[in-house]
Protein backbone atom coordinates (compact mmCIF):
# COMPACT_ATOMS: atom_id res chain seq x y z
CA UNK A 1 0.00 0.00 0.00
CA UNK A 2 1.59 3.39 -1.29
CA UNK A 3 2.28 6.22 2.00
CA UNK A 4 -0.59 8.32 2.20
CA UNK A 5 0.54 12.14 1.43
CA UNK A 6 0.93 13.87 4.32
CA UNK A 7 -0.87 17.78 3.81
CA UNK A 8 2.73 19.01 3.40
CA UNK A 9 3.28 17.12 0.36
CA UNK A 10 0.33 17.98 -1.14
CA UNK A 11 2.26 20.68 -3.59
CA UNK A 12 0.50 23.07 -6.11
CA UNK A 13 2.01 21.09 -8.90
CA UNK A 14 -0.25 18.13 -7.52
CA UNK A 15 -3.44 20.13 -8.05
CA UNK A 16 -2.29 21.31 -11.27
CA UNK A 17 -1.96 17.90 -12.42
CA UNK A 18 -4.91 16.77 -10.81
CA UNK A 19 -6.48 19.48 -12.42
CA UNK A 20 -5.37 18.47 -15.60
CA UNK A 21 -6.49 15.09 -15.20
CA UNK A 22 -10.22 16.54 -14.21
CA UNK A 23 -10.24 18.68 -17.35
CA UNK A 24 -10.82 22.14 -15.51
CA UNK A 25 -8.48 25.09 -16.62
CA UNK A 26 -8.19 26.25 -12.89
CA UNK A 27 -6.61 29.94 -12.61
CA UNK A 28 -3.62 30.69 -10.33
CA UNK A 29 -5.25 32.08 -7.75
CA UNK A 30 -7.36 29.12 -7.83
CA UNK A 31 -4.57 26.57 -7.60
CA UNK A 32 -3.18 28.80 -4.47
CA UNK A 33 -6.58 28.45 -2.92
CA UNK A 34 -7.56 25.33 -3.57
CA UNK A 35 -4.23 23.64 -2.35
CA UNK A 36 -4.59 24.83 0.80
CA UNK A 37 -8.45 23.27 1.14
CA UNK A 38 -7.62 20.04 -0.56
CA UNK A 39 -4.49 19.64 2.05
CA UNK A 40 -6.77 19.87 5.03
CA UNK A 41 -9.20 18.07 3.69
CA UNK A 42 -7.49 14.87 2.68
CA UNK A 43 -5.07 15.12 5.78
CA UNK A 44 -8.93 14.81 7.51
CA UNK A 45 -10.25 11.91 5.65
CA UNK A 46 -7.37 9.89 5.50
CA UNK A 47 -8.13 8.43 8.69
CA UNK A 48 -10.06 5.86 6.95
CA UNK A 49 -6.38 4.03 6.70
CA UNK A 50 -6.71 3.53 10.40
CA UNK A 51 -9.96 2.12 10.94
CA UNK A 52 -10.12 -1.84 11.54
CA UNK A 53 -10.43 -2.45 8.20
CA UNK A 54 -7.72 -5.65 7.68
CA UNK A 55 -9.39 -8.69 6.04
CA UNK A 56 -13.20 -6.47 5.51
CA UNK A 57 -14.37 -7.21 2.01
CA UNK A 58 -14.91 -3.64 -0.17
CA UNK A 59 -18.58 -2.11 -0.16
CA UNK A 60 -19.54 -0.49 -3.47
CA UNK A 61 -23.14 -0.03 -3.35
CA UNK A 62 -25.55 -0.51 -0.72
CA UNK A 63 -27.30 -3.24 -2.58
CA UNK A 64 -25.69 -6.53 -4.49
CA UNK A 65 -25.74 -5.54 -7.92
CA UNK A 66 -27.16 -7.77 -10.57
CA UNK A 67 -27.04 -7.06 -14.41
CA UNK A 68 -30.36 -5.90 -15.60
CA UNK A 69 -31.60 -6.36 -19.05
CA UNK A 70 -35.06 -6.14 -20.96
CA UNK A 71 -36.42 -7.95 -23.89
CA UNK A 72 -34.47 -6.18 -27.69
CA UNK A 73 -37.83 -4.40 -28.38
CA UNK A 74 -37.70 -1.15 -29.59
CA UNK A 75 -39.16 1.72 -27.62
CA UNK A 76 -39.89 5.18 -28.29
CA UNK A 77 -36.98 7.17 -27.73
CA UNK A 78 -35.52 11.27 -28.29
CA UNK A 79 -36.21 12.88 -31.91
CA UNK A 80 -32.99 13.74 -33.04
CA UNK A 81 -34.27 17.71 -33.24
CA UNK A 82 -34.88 16.74 -29.39
CA UNK A 83 -31.42 15.08 -28.75
CA UNK A 84 -29.63 17.86 -31.00
CA UNK A 85 -31.87 20.69 -29.05
CA UNK A 86 -29.54 21.81 -26.36
CA UNK A 87 -26.68 21.51 -28.22
CA UNK A 88 -24.02 24.00 -28.11
CA UNK A 89 -23.18 23.38 -31.74
CA UNK A 90 -25.21 20.91 -34.26
CA UNK A 91 -24.79 20.47 -37.89
CA UNK A 92 -26.28 17.75 -40.65
CA UNK A 93 -27.56 16.33 -37.60
CA UNK A 94 -24.66 15.93 -36.12
CA UNK A 95 -23.08 17.44 -32.18
CA UNK A 96 -20.48 20.11 -33.78
CA UNK A 97 -17.47 19.65 -31.77
CA UNK A 98 -14.04 21.62 -31.72
CA UNK A 99 -10.92 19.64 -33.22
CA UNK A 100 -10.22 16.63 -31.91
CA UNK A 101 -7.06 15.78 -33.21
CA UNK A 102 -3.68 17.42 -33.40
CA UNK A 103 -2.43 18.77 -35.72
CA UNK A 104 0.77 17.56 -36.75
CA UNK B 1 -62.01 30.04 1.46
CA UNK B 2 -59.18 32.52 1.48
CA UNK B 3 -55.72 31.53 -0.60
CA UNK B 4 -54.06 32.26 2.57
CA UNK B 5 -56.30 29.55 3.96
CA UNK B 6 -55.76 27.40 1.33
CA UNK B 7 -51.69 27.77 1.55
CA UNK B 8 -51.98 26.81 5.23
CA UNK B 9 -53.73 23.38 5.06
CA UNK B 10 -51.77 20.37 4.91
CA UNK B 11 -51.48 18.24 1.35
CA UNK B 12 -53.74 15.25 2.83
CA UNK B 13 -56.09 18.45 3.89
CA UNK B 14 -56.24 19.85 0.17
CA UNK B 15 -56.81 15.91 -1.27
CA UNK B 16 -59.38 15.52 0.46
CA UNK B 17 -61.18 19.72 0.02
CA UNK B 18 -60.62 18.70 -3.65
CA UNK B 19 -61.85 15.46 -4.02
CA UNK B 20 -65.17 16.97 -1.97
CA UNK B 21 -65.37 19.26 -5.25
CA UNK B 22 -64.77 22.16 -2.01
CA UNK B 23 -61.89 23.54 -4.07
CA UNK B 24 -60.66 23.41 -7.41
CA UNK B 25 -57.36 22.63 -8.38
CA UNK B 26 -56.63 26.12 -9.93
CA UNK B 27 -57.96 27.88 -7.06
CA UNK B 28 -55.34 25.90 -4.67
CA UNK B 29 -52.55 25.95 -7.30
CA UNK B 30 -53.19 29.67 -8.10
CA UNK B 31 -53.43 30.29 -3.74
CA UNK B 32 -49.50 28.84 -3.64
CA UNK B 33 -48.41 30.75 -7.02
CA UNK B 34 -50.04 34.16 -5.33
CA UNK B 35 -48.05 33.72 -2.15
CA UNK B 36 -44.67 32.55 -4.48
CA UNK B 37 -45.38 36.37 -5.68
CA UNK B 38 -45.72 37.89 -2.17
CA UNK B 39 -42.86 36.41 -0.34
CA UNK B 40 -39.99 34.57 -2.74
CA UNK B 41 -38.09 38.10 -3.07
CA UNK B 42 -37.16 37.48 0.50
CA UNK B 43 -36.43 33.57 0.45
CA UNK B 44 -35.46 32.93 -2.78
CA UNK B 45 -36.24 29.45 -2.43
CA UNK B 46 -37.12 28.47 -6.22
CA UNK B 47 -34.70 28.72 -9.40
CA UNK B 48 -37.96 28.57 -11.75
CA UNK B 49 -41.36 29.22 -11.27
CA UNK B 50 -44.00 27.46 -14.21
CA UNK B 51 -47.31 29.41 -13.79
CA UNK B 52 -48.15 28.67 -16.81
CA UNK B 53 -47.45 24.70 -16.75
CA UNK B 54 -48.78 24.60 -13.31
CA UNK B 55 -52.09 26.19 -13.64
CA UNK B 56 -52.33 24.00 -17.09
CA UNK B 57 -51.93 21.30 -14.94
CA UNK B 58 -54.63 22.44 -12.47
CA UNK B 59 -56.91 22.59 -15.41
CA UNK B 60 -56.73 19.40 -17.28
CA UNK B 61 -57.32 17.96 -13.26
CA UNK B 62 -60.70 20.13 -12.64
CA UNK B 63 -61.87 19.41 -16.29
CA UNK B 64 -60.80 15.51 -15.80
CA UNK B 65 -62.94 15.51 -12.15
CA UNK B 66 -65.99 17.51 -13.54
CA UNK B 67 -65.94 15.05 -16.49
CA UNK B 68 -66.10 11.83 -13.63
CA UNK B 69 -62.44 10.61 -14.79
CA UNK B 70 -61.06 8.15 -11.66
CA UNK B 71 -58.49 10.25 -10.47
CA UNK B 72 -55.32 9.98 -8.11
CA UNK B 73 -56.31 10.97 -4.12
CA UNK B 74 -54.17 14.08 -4.08
CA UNK B 75 -54.97 14.89 -8.03
CA UNK B 76 -54.81 18.61 -8.21
CA UNK B 77 -52.43 19.04 -4.80
CA UNK B 78 -49.23 21.05 -6.56
CA UNK B 79 -45.49 20.13 -5.83
CA UNK B 80 -42.28 21.89 -6.14
CA UNK B 81 -39.23 19.98 -7.79
CA UNK B 82 -35.93 20.25 -6.50
CA UNK B 83 -34.09 21.55 -9.68
CA UNK B 84 -31.78 18.35 -10.06
CA UNK B 85 -34.60 16.07 -11.05
CA UNK B 86 -35.29 16.42 -15.52
CA UNK B 87 -38.51 18.17 -15.93
CA UNK B 88 -39.27 18.33 -19.73
CA UNK B 89 -39.39 21.60 -21.02
CA UNK B 90 -38.84 23.51 -17.44
CA UNK B 91 -35.04 24.86 -17.43
CA UNK B 92 -33.00 21.84 -15.22
CA UNK B 93 -29.70 23.68 -13.99
CA UNK B 94 -28.61 21.89 -10.78
CA UNK B 95 -28.22 25.47 -9.16
CA UNK B 96 -24.74 25.45 -11.92
CA UNK B 97 -23.62 27.60 -14.13
CA UNK B 98 -23.04 25.00 -16.61
CA UNK B 99 -26.37 24.05 -16.94
CA UNK B 100 -28.22 27.46 -17.34
CA UNK B 101 -30.72 27.82 -19.97
CA UNK B 102 -31.02 23.83 -20.18
CA UNK B 103 -33.85 22.55 -21.01
CA UNK B 104 -34.68 18.44 -20.90
CA UNK B 105 -36.01 16.88 -23.70
CA UNK B 106 -37.48 14.07 -21.07
CA UNK B 107 -39.02 13.71 -17.32
CA UNK B 108 -37.49 12.15 -14.44
CA UNK B 109 -39.59 9.28 -13.57
CA UNK B 110 -40.46 10.82 -10.17
CA UNK B 111 -41.52 13.65 -11.95
CA UNK B 112 -43.42 11.57 -14.69
CA UNK B 113 -45.10 9.71 -11.79
CA UNK B 114 -46.27 13.26 -9.92
CA UNK B 115 -47.54 14.23 -13.65
CA UNK B 116 -49.57 11.33 -14.06
CA UNK B 117 -50.75 11.67 -10.22
CA UNK B 118 -51.72 14.55 -11.54
CA UNK B 119 -49.77 17.05 -9.23
CA UNK B 120 -49.30 20.47 -11.19
CA UNK B 121 -45.38 21.37 -10.87
CA UNK B 122 -45.34 24.87 -9.61
CA UNK B 123 -41.39 25.31 -9.98
CA UNK B 124 -37.98 24.20 -9.55
CA UNK B 125 -35.92 24.39 -6.18
CA UNK B 126 -32.80 26.33 -5.38
CA UNK B 127 -30.25 23.90 -4.16
CA UNK B 128 -26.20 23.88 -3.93
CA UNK B 129 -24.53 23.60 -7.31
CA UNK B 130 -25.19 19.66 -8.39
CA UNK B 131 -26.51 19.09 -4.43
CA UNK B 132 -23.00 19.60 -3.04
CA UNK B 133 -23.24 21.69 -0.01
CA UNK B 134 -25.47 22.14 3.53
CA UNK B 135 -26.68 25.75 3.31
CA UNK B 136 -26.95 26.55 -0.10
CA UNK B 137 -24.73 28.81 -0.62
CA UNK B 138 -22.51 27.13 -2.51
CA UNK B 139 -25.54 27.51 -5.63
CA UNK B 140 -24.33 29.45 -8.74
CA UNK B 141 -27.73 31.57 -8.41
CA UNK B 142 -27.10 32.49 -4.71
CA UNK B 143 -28.69 31.36 -1.68
CA UNK B 144 -31.93 30.31 -0.28
CA UNK B 145 -32.74 32.19 2.87
CA UNK B 146 -34.39 30.71 6.10
CA UNK B 147 -37.96 31.43 6.83
CA UNK B 148 -36.99 31.51 10.06
CA UNK B 149 -34.51 33.68 10.28
CA UNK B 150 -33.97 35.40 6.30
CA UNK B 151 -30.35 36.12 7.73
CA UNK B 152 -29.50 32.05 8.24
CA UNK B 153 -29.31 28.94 6.01
CA UNK B 154 -32.08 26.58 4.78
CA UNK B 155 -30.06 23.85 4.97
CA UNK B 156 -28.36 21.91 2.46
CA UNK B 157 -28.70 20.77 -0.52
CA UNK B 158 -32.36 20.92 -0.66
CA UNK B 159 -32.83 24.53 1.07
CA UNK B 160 -34.99 25.70 -1.85
CA UNK B 161 -37.34 22.55 -1.28
CA UNK B 162 -37.52 22.99 2.80
CA UNK B 163 -38.01 26.34 2.26
CA UNK B 164 -40.81 26.14 -0.02
CA UNK B 165 -42.67 24.10 2.64
CA UNK B 166 -41.89 25.60 5.47
CA UNK B 167 -43.31 29.23 3.69
CA UNK B 168 -46.59 27.82 2.41
CA UNK B 169 -45.29 28.22 -0.63
CA UNK B 170 -46.25 24.44 -1.88
CA UNK B 171 -47.61 21.97 0.41
CA UNK B 172 -45.31 19.30 -0.78
CA UNK B 173 -41.57 19.45 -2.59
CA UNK B 174 -38.98 16.78 -3.79
CA UNK B 175 -35.80 16.64 -2.59
CA UNK B 176 -32.70 14.07 -2.86
CA UNK B 177 -30.60 12.84 -0.18
CA UNK B 178 -27.06 11.91 -0.63
CA UNK B 179 -25.85 12.36 2.87
CA UNK B 180 -28.82 14.27 4.18
CA UNK B 181 -29.63 16.98 1.95
CA UNK B 182 -32.97 16.23 3.08
CA UNK B 183 -33.51 15.60 6.00
CA UNK B 184 -30.73 18.82 7.40
CA UNK B 185 -32.74 21.18 5.72
CA UNK B 186 -36.22 19.73 7.15
CA UNK B 187 -34.17 20.28 10.91
CA UNK B 188 -33.33 23.49 10.54
CA UNK B 189 -36.22 24.53 9.03
CA UNK B 190 -38.92 23.12 11.30
CA UNK B 191 -40.89 20.51 7.97
CA UNK B 192 -40.40 17.01 7.78
CA UNK B 193 -38.07 15.49 5.33
CA UNK B 194 -37.65 11.58 4.69
CA UNK B 195 -35.01 9.84 2.80
CA UNK B 196 -36.53 6.03 1.65
CA UNK B 197 -34.19 3.56 1.92
CA UNK B 198 -31.73 3.20 -1.47
CA UNK B 199 -33.37 1.71 -4.66
CA UNK B 200 -36.78 2.86 -3.61
CA UNK B 201 -37.53 5.42 -5.67
CA UNK B 202 -36.09 6.07 -9.18
CA UNK B 203 -33.01 7.72 -10.19
CA UNK B 204 -33.63 7.56 -13.55
CA UNK B 205 -33.56 11.87 -14.63
CA UNK B 206 -32.02 12.53 -11.24
CA UNK B 207 -28.48 14.25 -12.25
CA UNK B 208 -26.17 11.84 -10.62
CA UNK B 209 -24.02 13.70 -7.43
CA UNK B 210 -22.53 9.62 -6.03
CA UNK B 211 -25.03 7.05 -7.56
CA UNK B 212 -24.07 5.00 -4.85
CA UNK B 213 -25.53 7.40 -2.23
CA UNK B 214 -28.48 9.32 -4.17
CA UNK B 215 -31.81 9.00 -2.90
CA UNK B 216 -35.36 11.27 -4.09
CA UNK B 217 -37.67 11.77 -1.42
CA UNK B 218 -40.30 13.77 0.27
CA UNK B 219 -40.06 17.10 1.77
CA UNK B 220 -43.18 17.63 3.67
CA UNK B 221 -45.14 19.59 6.99
CA UNK B 222 -46.35 16.74 8.24
CA UNK B 223 -45.45 12.83 8.07
CA UNK B 224 -48.64 11.83 7.07
CA UNK B 225 -48.30 13.80 3.55
CA UNK B 226 -44.77 12.77 3.42
CA UNK B 227 -46.22 8.89 3.31
CA UNK B 228 -48.18 10.41 0.99
CA UNK B 229 -45.59 11.66 -1.30
CA UNK B 230 -43.38 8.57 -0.89
CA UNK B 231 -46.07 6.29 -1.83
CA UNK B 232 -46.61 8.05 -5.27
CA UNK B 233 -42.88 8.32 -6.45
CA UNK B 234 -41.80 5.17 -5.00
CA UNK B 235 -41.68 1.61 -6.23
CA UNK B 236 -39.52 -0.44 -8.99
CA UNK B 237 -39.06 1.27 -12.56
CA UNK B 238 -37.41 -0.76 -15.24
CA UNK B 239 -35.28 2.38 -15.93
CA UNK B 240 -33.44 2.48 -13.47
CA UNK B 241 -31.29 -0.52 -12.92
CA UNK B 242 -30.54 -0.33 -9.17
CA UNK B 243 -34.45 0.20 -8.02
CA UNK B 244 -35.84 -2.54 -5.85
CA UNK B 245 -38.43 -4.93 -7.54
CA UNK B 246 -41.12 -5.03 -5.03
CA UNK B 247 -43.51 -3.14 -3.60
CA UNK B 248 -43.71 0.05 -1.78
CA UNK B 249 -43.46 -0.53 2.11
CA UNK B 250 -47.25 0.39 3.80
CA UNK B 251 -45.89 4.19 4.56
CA UNK B 252 -49.29 5.84 4.69
CA UNK B 253 -51.16 2.64 7.25
CA UNK B 254 -47.64 3.41 8.99
CA UNK B 255 -48.39 7.32 9.31
CA UNK B 256 -51.84 6.71 10.07
CA UNK B 257 -51.86 4.45 12.91
CA UNK B 258 -48.39 5.90 15.00
CA UNK B 259 -48.15 2.99 17.28
CA UNK B 260 -44.65 2.82 18.81
CA UNK B 261 -46.19 0.64 21.42
CA UNK B 262 -43.04 -2.09 21.68
CA UNK B 263 -41.30 -0.85 19.43
CA UNK B 264 -37.85 -1.07 20.33
CA UNK B 265 -35.84 2.44 20.09
CA UNK B 266 -31.64 2.30 19.79
CA UNK B 267 -30.14 5.27 20.90
CA UNK B 268 -26.70 5.38 18.88
CA UNK B 269 -23.93 6.16 21.18
CA UNK B 270 -21.89 8.14 18.59
CA UNK B 271 -24.36 10.44 17.38
CA UNK B 272 -25.64 12.74 20.31
CA UNK B 273 -23.44 14.04 22.97
CA UNK B 274 -20.64 16.30 22.09
CA UNK B 275 -20.89 17.94 19.18
CA UNK B 276 -23.86 18.64 19.34
CA UNK B 277 -26.00 21.74 20.44
CA UNK B 278 -27.12 22.22 24.16
CA UNK B 279 -30.99 22.74 23.12
CA UNK B 280 -30.55 20.25 19.72
CA UNK B 281 -29.56 17.89 22.44
CA UNK B 282 -32.15 18.80 24.86
CA UNK B 283 -35.11 18.74 22.15
CA UNK B 284 -33.88 15.17 21.31
CA UNK B 285 -33.67 13.60 24.84
CA UNK B 286 -37.19 15.25 25.53
CA UNK B 287 -38.76 13.76 22.09
CA UNK B 288 -37.50 9.86 23.14
CA UNK B 289 -39.58 10.46 26.59
CA UNK B 290 -42.38 10.99 24.56
CA UNK B 291 -41.52 7.69 22.52
CA UNK B 292 -41.26 6.25 25.73
CA UNK B 293 -44.39 8.11 27.51
CA UNK B 294 -46.39 6.46 23.90
CA UNK B 295 -44.94 3.03 24.59
CA UNK B 296 -42.08 2.66 23.28
CA UNK B 297 -38.62 0.85 24.87
CA UNK B 298 -35.38 2.18 24.95
CA UNK B 299 -31.88 0.77 24.41
CA UNK B 300 -28.39 2.04 23.98
CA UNK B 301 -26.66 0.99 20.91
CA UNK B 302 -23.05 1.69 19.40
CA UNK B 303 -21.35 1.83 16.46
CA UNK B 304 -17.73 2.83 16.84
CA UNK B 305 -17.16 3.06 13.11
CA UNK B 306 -19.38 6.07 12.54
CA UNK B 307 -16.54 7.98 14.07
CA UNK B 308 -15.05 7.01 10.19
CA UNK B 309 -18.61 7.69 8.53
CA UNK B 310 -17.37 11.39 7.62
CA UNK B 311 -13.81 10.88 6.20
CA UNK B 312 -15.54 7.60 4.46
CA UNK B 313 -18.29 9.91 2.99
CA UNK B 314 -15.67 12.15 1.39
CA UNK B 315 -13.80 9.79 -0.31
CA UNK B 316 -16.56 7.95 -1.72
CA UNK B 317 -19.07 11.09 -2.63
CA UNK B 318 -16.10 12.80 -4.41
CA UNK B 319 -14.46 9.98 -6.22
CA UNK B 320 -18.31 9.18 -8.10
CA UNK B 321 -18.81 12.20 -8.29
CA UNK B 322 -16.02 13.13 -10.41
CA UNK B 323 -16.74 10.50 -12.81
CA UNK B 324 -20.15 11.24 -12.99
CA UNK B 325 -19.15 15.08 -13.79
CA UNK B 326 -17.17 14.39 -16.24
CA UNK B 327 -20.44 13.92 -18.89
CA UNK B 328 -20.20 18.13 -18.55
CA UNK B 329 -17.49 17.94 -21.40
CA UNK B 330 -19.00 21.08 -23.10
CA UNK B 331 -19.83 18.85 -25.91
CA UNK B 332 -23.63 17.54 -26.49
CA UNK B 333 -25.55 20.12 -23.96
CA UNK B 334 -24.94 23.12 -21.18
CA UNK B 335 -22.28 26.19 -21.41
CA UNK B 336 -19.06 26.01 -24.33
CA UNK B 337 -16.65 28.46 -23.35
CA UNK B 338 -13.88 28.87 -26.19
CA UNK B 339 -10.70 29.43 -24.03
CA UNK B 340 -8.94 32.77 -24.44
CA UNK B 341 -5.77 33.14 -26.39
CA UNK B 342 -5.56 30.19 -27.79
CA UNK B 343 -6.41 29.62 -31.79
CA UNK B 344 -8.04 26.74 -33.13
CA UNK B 345 -7.87 25.12 -29.46
CA UNK B 346 -9.23 21.60 -29.24
CA UNK B 347 -11.91 19.57 -28.01
CA UNK B 348 -10.04 19.25 -24.32
CA UNK B 349 -9.41 22.66 -24.26
CA UNK B 350 -12.70 24.00 -24.59
CA UNK B 351 -13.97 21.37 -21.86
CA UNK B 352 -11.21 22.68 -19.42
CA UNK B 353 -12.18 25.94 -20.14
CA UNK B 354 -15.50 25.29 -19.69
CA UNK B 355 -15.34 23.65 -16.66
CA UNK B 356 -13.51 26.34 -15.15
CA UNK B 357 -15.77 28.58 -15.99
CA UNK B 358 -18.84 26.66 -15.39
CA UNK B 359 -18.12 25.09 -11.93
CA UNK B 360 -18.17 26.83 -8.73
CA UNK B 361 -15.63 26.22 -5.78
CA UNK B 362 -17.41 23.53 -3.65
CA UNK B 363 -17.82 20.89 -7.36
CA UNK B 364 -14.02 21.77 -8.42
CA UNK B 365 -12.65 21.18 -4.73
CA UNK B 366 -14.84 17.63 -5.13
CA UNK B 367 -13.92 16.59 -8.29
CA UNK B 368 -10.42 17.21 -7.82
CA UNK B 369 -10.19 15.11 -4.36
CA UNK B 370 -12.17 12.61 -6.09
CA UNK B 371 -9.64 12.68 -8.67
CA UNK B 372 -6.78 12.58 -6.62
CA UNK B 373 -8.65 9.81 -4.21
CA UNK B 374 -9.34 7.15 -7.43
CA UNK B 375 -5.61 8.00 -9.26
CA UNK B 376 -3.20 5.13 -9.42
CA UNK B 377 -0.81 4.80 -6.39
CA UNK B 378 -3.67 6.14 -4.03
CA UNK B 379 -6.62 4.24 -4.95
CA UNK B 380 -5.97 1.29 -2.15
CA UNK B 381 -5.44 4.11 0.58
CA UNK B 382 -8.26 6.62 -0.23
CA UNK B 383 -11.01 5.08 -1.91
CA UNK B 384 -10.68 0.94 -1.22
CA UNK B 385 -9.80 1.99 2.47
CA UNK B 386 -13.18 3.90 2.48
CA UNK B 387 -15.38 0.94 0.59
CA UNK B 388 -14.06 -1.43 3.67
CA UNK B 389 -15.38 1.45 6.10
CA UNK B 390 -18.22 1.51 3.88
CA UNK B 391 -18.53 -2.33 4.71
CA UNK B 392 -18.04 -1.93 8.81
CA UNK B 393 -20.51 0.76 9.44
CA UNK B 394 -23.25 -1.59 7.18
CA UNK B 395 -22.60 -4.48 9.62
CA UNK B 396 -22.98 -2.35 12.70
CA UNK B 397 -25.96 -0.86 11.51
CA UNK B 398 -27.16 -4.88 11.01
CA UNK B 399 -26.13 -5.25 14.08
CA UNK B 400 -28.03 -2.30 15.85
CA UNK B 401 -31.19 -3.54 14.09
CA UNK B 402 -31.03 -6.91 15.89
CA UNK B 403 -30.92 -4.93 19.11
CA UNK B 404 -33.51 -2.31 18.29
CA UNK B 405 -36.32 -1.85 15.44
CA UNK B 406 -35.65 1.67 15.28
CA UNK B 407 -32.30 3.92 15.75
CA UNK B 408 -32.70 7.92 16.82
CA UNK B 409 -30.56 10.93 17.12
CA UNK B 410 -30.73 14.60 16.21
CA UNK B 411 -30.81 15.38 12.66
CA UNK B 412 -28.29 17.87 12.68
CA UNK B 413 -25.93 18.98 15.12
CA UNK B 414 -26.75 22.66 15.43
CA UNK B 415 -29.93 25.18 14.36
CA UNK B 416 -29.51 27.35 11.23
CA UNK B 417 -25.92 29.01 10.94
CA UNK B 418 -25.60 32.59 9.55
CA UNK B 419 -24.60 33.23 6.23
CA UNK B 420 -20.97 32.59 5.54
CA UNK B 421 -20.25 31.28 9.01
CA UNK B 422 -18.62 28.06 7.55
CA UNK B 423 -18.38 29.01 3.98
CA UNK B 424 -14.48 29.46 4.19
CA UNK B 425 -14.08 26.10 6.40
CA UNK B 426 -14.99 23.17 3.67
CA UNK B 427 -14.41 21.10 6.81
CA UNK B 428 -16.93 22.56 9.61
CA UNK B 429 -19.75 23.00 6.47
CA UNK B 430 -19.35 18.77 6.02
CA UNK B 431 -19.81 18.42 9.78
CA UNK B 432 -23.33 19.27 9.54
CA UNK B 433 -23.92 16.25 8.17
CA UNK B 434 -22.05 13.90 10.41
CA UNK B 435 -25.87 12.15 11.69
CA UNK B 436 -27.40 11.61 8.12
CA UNK B 437 -24.15 9.84 6.41
CA UNK B 438 -24.20 6.76 7.83
CA UNK B 439 -27.19 5.76 6.67
CA UNK B 440 -26.75 6.46 2.95
CA UNK B 441 -23.54 4.82 2.89
CA UNK B 442 -25.74 1.28 4.20
CA UNK B 443 -28.60 2.29 2.43
CA UNK B 444 -30.90 2.64 5.15
CA UNK B 445 -33.94 4.50 5.02
CA UNK B 446 -34.21 7.93 7.43
CA UNK B 447 -36.81 10.78 8.70
CA UNK B 448 -36.13 14.08 10.23
CA UNK B 449 -39.25 15.51 12.24
CA UNK B 450 -39.89 18.33 14.25
CA UNK B 451 -38.98 18.39 17.68
CA UNK B 452 -39.11 22.03 19.01
CA UNK B 453 -36.96 25.41 19.18
CA UNK B 454 -33.78 25.43 21.07
CA UNK B 455 -33.88 27.31 23.87
CA UNK B 456 -30.88 29.20 23.15
CA UNK B 457 -31.88 30.95 19.92
CA UNK B 458 -35.67 29.65 19.37
CA UNK B 459 -34.51 27.79 16.16
CA UNK B 460 -35.83 24.44 15.02
CA UNK B 461 -34.21 21.50 15.77
CA UNK B 462 -34.70 18.33 14.09
CA UNK B 463 -35.34 13.91 15.16
CA UNK B 464 -33.73 11.78 13.24
CA UNK B 465 -35.63 8.17 12.83
CA UNK B 466 -33.77 5.68 10.99
CA UNK B 467 -34.98 1.80 10.14
CA UNK B 468 -33.76 -1.16 8.02
CA UNK B 469 -33.70 -1.15 4.17
CA UNK B 470 -37.44 -1.70 3.37
CA UNK B 471 -38.38 -0.95 6.70
CA UNK B 472 -39.73 2.55 5.79
CA UNK B 473 -43.00 2.03 7.30
CA UNK B 474 -40.85 2.42 11.12
CA UNK B 475 -40.14 5.69 9.88
CA UNK B 476 -43.53 6.96 9.47
CA UNK B 477 -44.78 5.12 13.02
CA UNK B 478 -41.96 6.47 14.71
CA UNK B 479 -42.69 10.20 13.84
CA UNK B 480 -46.00 10.36 13.36
CA UNK B 481 -46.31 9.24 17.17
CA UNK B 482 -43.56 11.81 17.92
CA UNK B 483 -45.33 14.40 15.90
CA UNK B 484 -48.81 13.86 17.60
CA UNK B 485 -47.21 14.19 20.80
CA UNK B 486 -45.14 17.05 20.15
CA UNK B 487 -48.38 19.00 18.47
CA UNK B 488 -50.79 17.97 21.42
CA UNK B 489 -47.85 19.72 23.70
CA UNK B 490 -47.40 22.45 21.69
CA UNK B 491 -51.11 23.29 20.81
CA UNK B 492 -50.43 22.79 16.79
CA UNK B 493 -47.78 22.63 14.81
CA UNK B 494 -44.25 23.55 15.30
CA UNK B 495 -44.30 25.85 11.35
CA UNK B 496 -47.21 27.36 13.05
CA UNK B 497 -44.47 29.36 15.40
CA UNK B 498 -42.74 30.55 12.40
CA UNK B 499 -42.26 34.60 12.10
CA UNK B 500 -44.36 35.79 9.33
CA UNK B 501 -41.98 35.61 6.09
CA UNK B 502 -43.59 38.93 5.01
CA UNK B 503 -43.26 40.71 7.63
CA UNK B 504 -39.46 39.97 8.21
CA UNK B 505 -36.73 42.86 6.81
CA UNK B 506 -35.99 42.53 3.74
CA UNK B 507 -32.30 41.41 3.43
CA UNK B 508 -30.09 43.34 0.64
CA UNK B 509 -28.99 41.57 -2.55
CA UNK B 510 -31.57 38.56 -2.53
CA UNK B 511 -31.39 37.74 -6.41
CA UNK B 512 -34.48 36.99 -8.50
CA UNK B 513 -36.59 34.42 -9.33
CA UNK B 514 -37.24 33.70 -12.85
CA UNK B 515 -40.44 33.20 -13.44
CA UNK B 516 -42.64 31.88 -16.82
CA UNK B 517 -45.62 34.41 -16.52
CA UNK B 518 -49.05 33.10 -16.87
Known amino acids: MPRLLRMSELTRADVAHLASLARIDLSEAELDHLSGELA ?14 EDV ?48 | MTSADLTRRTAAEL ?24 VDDRTHAYLHVDEEGALAAADEVDRKRRA ?24 TTCGSRILEGWIPPYDATVVRRLKDAGLPILGKTNMDEFAMGSSTEHSAYGPTRNPWDLERIPGGS ?40 YGGVSRYGLVALA ?131 IEDPSAEQVMAATRDAGFGDEVKRRIILGTYALSSGYYDAYYGSAQKVRRLIANEFAAAFEQADVLVSPTAPTTAFRFGEKLDDPMAMYLNDIATI ?12 PSGLAPEDGLPTGFQVLAPAMADDRLYAVGAALEARLEAEWGGSLLGRAPDVQSLPLPAAVPATHTTEA
Not at chain 2, 15 to 38: F, I, K, M, N, Q
Not at chain 2, 161 to 176: E, L, Y
Not at chain 2, 318 to 330: I, R, T, V, Y
Open chain 1, 40 to 53: IILESVATVSSAPI
Open chain 1, 57 to 104: EPMSHPLPLVNVSRPDVVTPSLTPEEALAMAPEAEEQRFSVPRILDED
Open chain 2, 211 to 341: SSLDQAGPCTRTVLDAALLHEIIGGHDPMDSTSIAGPVPPVVEAARRADVSGTRIGIVKELSGEGFQAGVQQRFDESVQHLVDAGAEVVEVSCPSFTYALATYYLILPSEASSNLAKFDAMRYGLRVWPEG
Open chain 2, 438 to 449: PANLAGIPGISV
Open chain 2, 68 to 91: GETLHAAAGVPIAVKDVLVTRGLP
Open chain 2, 15 to 38: ADLLASGEVSAREVTAAHLERTRA
Open chain 2, 158 to 197: GGGSSAVVASHQAPWAIGTDTGGSIRQPAAVTGSVGVKPT
